[in-house]
């Protein structure tokens, strides 16, 4: 059913009920994206230190806003997996949900005698997704990974950077990113099928997988051309001139990524000569010459600021956009325009900017506002007495206990 003209519906995983027991960020990141498209989850933090990302900056008031930023919309509950009440309480949890997340490391689940294959005989229906390193199969699905460790053996630093110069790890977490947008992929068509076959299944995402998954053109390059890819700087391996230039005052961007581009391009120049030069007449000898064609093209973009040479890419329909640093990004109007920043009211920090949900869509609004992070705990009463029928005094003996 399709909402009618004017009409909104819930959203699309309103009903979906996830149990996180992942931390820090390849599974909190990927909650966060099921929490934006409507599921409720239910985070379970230790008793004491709770997610090890409360203690990640940057800070303000005392206040994690590494944490608050993934965590936003969260319920949390305090359970202690070791303690055998814990272990209790958690199979209890398991039958009102539809999925769990977790991001141990592979076996972890299973010394707690909660592994997806003990797990899946009681709860058929259950969608079981592990974020790991390495994956749960394979000579390394034990060994300790970080975002750096996966970035570095999946190749991406070897070809990110410049030639000549050490290689270069991308400036944000892509091996935990890459993962978590994954996983969330997983989960959602595994939700799916659910709907058609009435069952779970296990969701195995490694961080090192999805490194080779976006590595784009760079397997089939070497394939073609016998040598690993080196990094390029700031260009296109294929596509010319498809690059960063220094303007007189600022580095810029061009993507003239055909060859009908490239005509009004070197017109736009005033370089019309270039378009039947053999060198650069098509796409593949402009990459194959592109040390020439750059040994023209810069010293006619230092002659201008790049605000001038923005302007004339505009007007002329060429691809092209300053390079924004955050603070610029934070004003961009198209950013604002599309809610990619909302705001989160936190008692102790205070309003803070994070960024919005990407995905829209035509079935709910796009909030200005989210809920802010829990405090480790905060919805244990709402959790164990309300959905799994305990009172207020088995909470306060099981807080004592070091159950919860």
Not at 78 to 88: A, D, F, I, T, V
């Amino acid at each position: 059913m399709f909402a009618g003209k004017g009409k909104t519906m819930n959203k699309p995983l309103q009903d979906v009920v996830v149990l996180d027991l992942s931390r820090v960020l390849a599974g909190p990141f990927c909650t966060m994206i099921l929490s934006d498209l409507g599921a409720e989850i239910i985070k379970v933090e230790h008793p004491e230190k709770g997610d090890d990302s409360r203690a990640y900056g940057p800070f303000l008031h005392n206040r994690s806003l590494y944490f608050l930023s993934i965590n936003h919309g969260k319920k949390s509950i305090s359970l202690n997996l070791k303690k055998p009440q814990g272990r209790e309480l958690f199979l209890k949890l398991i039958e009102h949900c539809d999925v769990l997340v977790e991001n141990f490391r592979p076996g972890t689940m299973e010394k707690f005698n909660l592994g997806y294959e003990l797990l899946k005989e009681k709860y058929p229906q259950l969608i079981y997704a592990a974020v790991s390193g390495f994956g749960h199969s394979g000579p390394d699905s034990q060994k300790p990974a970080y975002d750096i460790l996966v970035q570095a053996r999946g190749g991406i630093m070897s070809i990110t950077g410049w030639q000549n110069m050490a290689p270069t790890r991308v400036g944000m977490s892509l091996g935990d990113i890459t993962a978590s947008l994954f996983t969330a992929i997983g989960i959602n068509s595994a939700l799916y099928q659910r709907t058609k076959t009435g069952l779970g299944q296990k969701i195995d995402v490694a961080m090192l997988d999805g490194q080779i998954a976006i590595l784009e053109n760079a397997l089939v390059r070497y394939q073609a051309e016998g040598i690993s890819p080196k990094p390029l700087g700031n260009r296109h391996p294929t596509i010319s001139p498809f690059q960063a230039y220094k303007a007189r005052d600022n580095y810029f961007v061009i993507a003239v990524g055909n060859d009908n581009l490239w005509d009004t391009f070197c017109k736009a120049l005033e370089i019309p000569e270039l378009i039947s030069d053999k060198r650069f007449c098509n796409n593949r000898l402009r990459t194959e010459n592109i040390d020439a064609l750059n040994a023209i093209l810069e010293p006619i973009f230092t002659a201008k600021p790049a605000s001038w040479w923005l302007e004339i890419m505009e007007k002329s329909g060429i691809p092209c956009s300053s390079i924004n640093n955050i603070e610029s990004v934070m004003q961009d109007p198209q950013l604002l325009a599309r809610n990619m920043f909302v705001e989160v009211n936190d008692p102790i920090a205070g309003t803070v900017k994070i960024a919005g949900n990407p995905i829209k869509m035509s079935s709910f609004p796009d909030s200005a506002v989210h809920e802010p992070a829990p405090e480790i705990g905060a919805h244990n009463k709402e959790i164990y007495c309300e959905r799994l029928g305990l009172s207020e005094e088995d909470l306060a003996e099981l807080q004592k206990a070091g159950v919860i």
